[in-house]
């Protein structure tokens, strides 16, 4: 077993206002590669399956448990979970695979997952960095991932995921201080709220992104590669176009979140967020 021991690393304090938000500080390689542009215009069709569905539930027999609840995943009701001083939830299962993270529902203090290996993928950089670190189902995963993303003649890199919880708590009392708290909360993750914390998260990209993490990655083949194809291998694109009053963050086509493969398909095809999947967002 292997631990991750939590590295104090503050090269840079992003603004950014994504979930990635300690991303920018990835030191680059040289440029590997010579990805060309893709033509082709392929669109994220997430929504198709819903009106089907919905026809053939009502031409089926009604048992009063699926009327209730016609998801069966959604578990957010069955939780019992207590609520801190600054109104967060505090998560009750943080080693679930359907753990649900965002600026609402934190993870316990100084949670780390128990397990957390190294992926056998590329990255933009030599040392070993606890970003390079993700759950080991996920590590595997994701190796499954770029393989195949390989046979199609891509190269993906992955550039952050596991983050500590004291890391991220560096980065948000450094950002308080500068700014005062009122001002950091808008774009400064608390510890405990980012996804990255779980190990079961990755930010991918390319060198023809030239390793950023920007929306325009959609554009790229890799992009569209991922947001039709990470589902089969476990993972979801975890914050979706016009989702961040959902989510809390903005579209992120880089962000992969592992969900496994017994849900991966399922959420993908639902369209939405996790939190309206699992029930966290029931509106
Ligand atoms: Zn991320």
Redesign the pocket.
């Known amino acids: 077993m292997m631990r991750v021991r939590p590295t104090i690393l503050l090269l840079s304090l992003s603004l950014s206002l994504?979930?990635?938000s300690l991303?920018e500080w990835t030191n680059q390689t040289n440029d590997p590669s010579e990805e060309e542009p893709s033509s082709e215009e392929q669109q994220v069709e997430e929504e198709e399956n819903k009106t089907n569905e919905e026809e053939n539930e009502s031409s089926e027999e009604e048992s009063e448990e699926q009327h209730e609840d016609a998801n069966p995943n959604a578990y957010a009701n069955e939780l019992d979970e207590v609520v801190d001083e600054d109104g967060l939830t505090i998560i009750e299962q943080p080693d679930l695979i359907e753990v649900v993270v965002n600026k609402s529902r934190k993870l316990p203090e100084g949670y780390e997952p128990e397990e957390l290996v190294k992926p056998d993928v590329r990255f933009p950089f030599e040392e070993d960095l606890p970003k390079k670190y993700m759950q080991p189902e996920a590590a595997a995963a994701l190796e499954e991932l770029f393989a195949a993303a390989n046979e199609e003649g891509m190269r993906l890199y992955a550039t952050?995921g596991y983050r500590s919880y004291e890391t991220q708590e560096q980065i948000y009392e450094s950002n308080v201080a500068e700014k005062g708290q009122e001002e950091a909360d808008k774009f400064s993750a608390r510890p405990g709220t980012s996804?990255?914390q779980t190990g079961l998260?990755m930010?991918v990209t390319t060198a023809e992104m030239e390793f950023k993490?920007q929306q325009s990655f959609i554009d790229t083949k890799e992009g569209k590669w991922l947001a039709d194809h990470a589902h089969e291998y476990g993972f979801v694109v975890r914050y979706l176009e016009g989702t961040s009053d959902i989510t809390g963050y903005e579209y992120?086509p880089?962000?992969l979140r592992y969900v496994g493969k017994d849900l991966s398909t399922d959420i993908h095809e639902s369209g939405g967020t996790l939190e309206e999947f699992f029930g966290f967002h029931p509106e």
């Open positions: 994504t979930a990635c991303d952050s996804e990255h998260a930010d993490l992120e880089w962000h």
